[in-house]
């Protein structure tokens, strides 16, 4: 009797550990995948600058390192700003920069702006208007999710839960709608998942970004949405952003 | 001394026609005899040439004779082509046999022959005595005399007849390359077909090979129906709108100037080279009615010239595709705060199409408005998001747009019905399609769009609500949330049986429902505000938002309650389980079991482990990994 107690035991153990050891091993897992893809955006930033963008726009300037190294970015934009054309003297850079050290020179000559790496994007903001309480970008989003969509239907979704959120009497009932996209855009050709609770829009922006895997988002601003007493423009138009491609064809998975 | 003259002078005159290889004087045993064969040409024309001639010496007894032949091609490398041939005789030394034949169709450097067979026609008069008389001889006049070899003979020998003997002299022939005529003014090198110039001589002389022939082809166009896009105005944001377009030519050889014209008032041209811009003023009247015309010069003077038709097209319509995507939305809860929605969803593809009912093929900005009718019984509000130009990426570059259309209510829940009427309008390129408005209705059950080639019954709101949404209406007031499978079950199972007994015991069940609502400790342990716990006695109990004088009333009266020793909870359940609008309300139930809803939980849970999710079958398909077939891979 003594000894099926103690064959039982060790039958016990071995299947516990059958069943635990993968989930020991799966967390870590998990997190060296997440740590893995913040290396990625490191190792893309400290990889040599062999192109250099020409354009005259700092803001494609930008674009153009982040379409070229294919660096997740987000970027706040003032228009009509004294950051619209800074010219980086050669003396600047080192002799063979990083990616960094290009984004890093032209930011530095920016008035106001900051590079900062946040949730695995490379962000480009001036951090005066990044963390007004006024800026659409600091709206928290209750809940927000992609279900298997393109970044055309999770765009829809985010502005659609932006206005739920500031207006939800609106939506009491429901919703009829839609919207429309380009149906060869690379942006509708992927489709992905994604879920967030109580995160900022800044943040929603960054994840759909990661999730899609090929797309810099930019919202642009003008000096006087933040101005006092002005309502110039509707406010749906003071929530402008849009993606734009890193790659304009993906692969197939 | 005349005749030795006149001997040498025709010497002369036909040496100067047969050079002395190819024309032979072959047989005369009195004289000379001479064959000759000469080929020329003239500007378009080829010339050929037979004759045979005799001297005074040959006498009158002999006519020459000739056979000619006109022929084309390269005797040493091809079956050469006859093209003319031609037999004559001459009259003695005073006329010769000529041939004279003539082509008007010569082909450029081909080989032209003219070659004869030389006669002597010979007269005689034949004797019967010839065997031992002797030949006696005449001429054709008459004058007869002896060969000199035979007896002396005069006169009649007897019984003669006349005979005529052709005798072959020999052949001569000769040949030309045709050399087409050159069109060339002074200076030019080559003729517009590529052949170096010779007369006048050009300077300075054409050297190294010839060139090509010059040829221009027009023209590479950015749409297959040839289309030039018209816009309206500038797009202040997003894409800037489409007004032109460019088309390209290529002429060869290359180095040379672009020329293009156009006659119509409906565009204007910028040329750039080989490359045009086209820029829309006015829209076309019929397709292909805007003519642009380019003349590809060479620096030698040379050119070739084309055109092509366009079209003018302005946005007008938008033309039904397909349909790619068409299905219900499950029921979820858009915000934790929200009421769960269902509904249905549906992707339609769109083509843009002119004003002539031509596509139009280009990526142009585009916006749309949806506007929902109010009232409707889905609760939705009057404007649909549609697309805003800043947020729209455009149109494909084929012109092509896909279009999402969703609704999404909490009438759609738990197999409710509703239904929205509205339009959608677009914009295109600066244009308002306000005559293309596409009427929709979206329903629970489906959505039409017009012209989408679907049908679709209306609904109508149901006269009597189902026992389940009862049982969703209560859950929802009270608790914001959706009642979870098992509490669906058991109310709408406890509502059915009621109903089965009789009203009295269905009302005894519905007040139940209400009792266990709000009566829980879930809902009592959520701080509500005095208005907020009237609203949701309406929302629960009658189904609809509060009246104002009504909602006032009730929010007074549960104020007041406590002052006067009532229990205002208590009171306001008992005012509402009792009125005639929440009695009518369950008495009009129509029993019936809970519809499939799945468990959002269990959705979720598929979406996040990579899943696709089957709202039908509330089955979470999984997919193979690595299978590059697999759709979920393949997008």
């Excluded at chain 2, 002074?186 to 022939?213: D, K, M």
């Amino acid at each position: 009797m003594r000894n099926n107690k103690k064959v039982a035991v060790f039958i016990f153990l071995i299947v516990a550990a059958v069943v635990c050891l993968p989930l020991i091993f799966a967390a870590p897992q998990k997190q060296t995948s997440k740590s893995g893809k913040q290396g990625d955006l490191e190792a893309r930033l400290a990889r040599k600058a062999d192109f250099v963008p020409s354009d005259k726009s700092t803001l494609d300037r930008l674009i153009g390192i982040a379409k070229h190294y294919e660096i997740s970015m987000g970027i706040e934009w003032i228009g009509g700003a004294d950051a619209e054309n800074v010219v980086v003297p050669a003396g600047a850079v080192p002799a063979t920069p990083t990616v960094r050290d290009l984004l890093t020179a032209i930011v530095s000559r920016m008035p106001d702006y900051q590079l900062t790496i946040q949730n695995g994007v490379v962000h480009i903001a001036p951090p005066v208007i990044a963390v007004r309480n006024d800026n659409f970008l600091n709206l928290v989003i209750e809940d927000f999710e992609v279900k298997n969509d393109n970044l055309f239907g999770a765009e829809h979704d985010l502005r659609l839960a932006i206005d739920m959120t500031l207006n939800p009497k609106e939506y009491e009932g429901g919703y009829a709608g839609g919207y429309g996209n380009d149906p060869d855009h690379v942006f509708a050709k992927r489709r992905f998942s994604y879920k967030s609770d109580d995160l900022t829009v800044r943040q929603i922006l960054d994840g759909l970004a990661k999730a899609n895997g090929n797309a810099l988002w930019i919202a642009e601003f003008d000096r006087e949405d933040f101005a006092p007493q002005v309502k110039s423009k509707p406010e749906e138009s003071k929530r402008q952003w849009r993606f734009i491609p890193l790659r304009d064809s993906v692969a197939t998975r | 001394m005349n005749k030795k003259l006149l001997c040498a002078f025709a010497l002369a005159v036909l040496w100067l026609f047969a050079s002395p290889q190819r024309a032979q004087a072959q047989y005369c045993s009195y004289g000379v005899a001479y064959g000759a064969s000469w080929t020329w040409q003239d500007n378009n024309a080829v010339y050929g040439y037979s004759a045979t001639a005799l001297d005074y010496c040959a006498g009158l007894y002999y006519d020459p004779a000739v056979y000619g032949r006109f022929s084309e091609g390269n005797f040493a490398t091809e079956n050469v082509r006859l093209l003319a041939e031609g037999y004559t005789e001459g009259y003695a030394d005073w006329i010769p046999a000529e041939v004279l034949f003539s082509y008007g169709s010569p082909i450029g450097f081909q080989y032209y022959n003219t070659d004869s067979i030389h006669y002597v026609l010979e007269y005689y008069q034949y004797y019967a005595c010839f065997s031992y008389c002797g030949y006696y001889w005449y001429d054709p006049w008459g004058f007869g005399f002896t060969s000199g070899e035979g007896p002396n003979f005069s006169g009649s020998g007897g019984v003669s007849y006349w005979a005529v003997q052709r005798r072959r002299l020999g052949s001569t022939y000769h040949t030309i390359i045709y050399q087409p005529p050159d069109p060339c003014s002074q200076g030019q090198q080559f003729t517009s077909t590529g052949l170096p110039c010779t007369e006048p001589t050009p300077t300075p002389t054409p050297t190294g090979t010839p060139s090509q022939t010059v040829s221009v082809t027009c023209c590479a166009t950015e749409t297959q129906n040839r289309g030039i896009p018209m816009g309206n105005g500038t797009a202040q944001v997003g894409l800037p709108n489409r007004n032109s377009t460019d088309i390209t030519a290529t002429g060869s050889p290359a180095g040379g100037e672009y020329i293009w014209s156009t006659s119509s008032d409906k565009i204007s041209l910028s040329p750039s080279g080989n490359k045009l811009t086209i820029t829309a003023q006015k829209k076309s009247d019929q397709v292909g009615d805007v003519v642009i015309n380019v003349s590809y010069k060479l620096s030698d003077g040379r050119h070739a010239d084309g055109q092509i038709a366009m079209t003018v097209q302005q946005p007008n319509s938008f033309k039904y595709v397909a349909t790619t995507f068409n299905g219900a939305l499950s029921a979820t809860r858009r915000t934790r705060r929200q009421r769960l929605v269902a509904g249905w969803k549906k992707t339609i593809d769109w083509q843009v199409m002119d004003h002539l009912g031509q596509p139009m093929q280009f990526r142009m900005p585009v916006a749309d408005t949806m506007n929902n009718k109010l009232p409707n019984d889905c609760f939705v509000p009057r404007m649909g998001e549609g697309t805003r130009l800043a947020e729209s990426h455009g149109t494909g570059n084929g012109g092509q747009w896909t279009h999402v259309y969703e609704l999404w209510s909490s009438a759609c829940v738990n197999g409710g019905i509703c239904g929205v009427n509205g339009y959608q309008r677009y914009t295109v390129n600066g244009f308002e399609l306000s005559n293309d408005d596409k009427d929709f209705r979206m329903q629970c059950d489906g959505i039409q769009v017009e012209g989408d080639g679907s049908a679709l019954t209306p609904s109508t709101p149901p006269a009597r609500k189902k026992t389940a949404m009862l049982v969703d209406q209560f859950y929802v007031a009270g608790f914001s949330d959706w009642a979870s499978d098992d509490e669906l079950l058991t109310w709408t199972s406890r509502l059915n049986n009621g109903a089965a007994q009789g009203q009295a015991q269905l009302l005894t069940e519905a007040r139940a429902l209400g009792r266990a609502v709000f009566d829980s400790a879930e809902y009592n342990n959520v701080s509500r505000s005095d208005e907020d716990f009237v609203a949701d006695l309406y929302n629960a109990y009658l189904g609809r938002d509060p009246d104002q004088s009504g909602w006032s009333f009730w929010v007074s009266v549960y104020r007041n309650d406590p002052a006067q020793g009532v229990n205002g909870h208590e009171h306001l359940l008992q005012a509402f389980e009792q009125s005639t609008e929440f009695i009518d309300l369950v008495y009009s139930l129509e029993a019936a079991p809970p519809p499939v809803v799945c468990d959002p939980v269990e959705e979720q849970a598929c979406w996040n482990g990579g899943g696709l999710w089957d709202p039908s079958t509330c089955f979470c398909e999984y997919p193979p990994p690595y299978d590059p077939c697999y759709p979920y891979y393949c997008y």
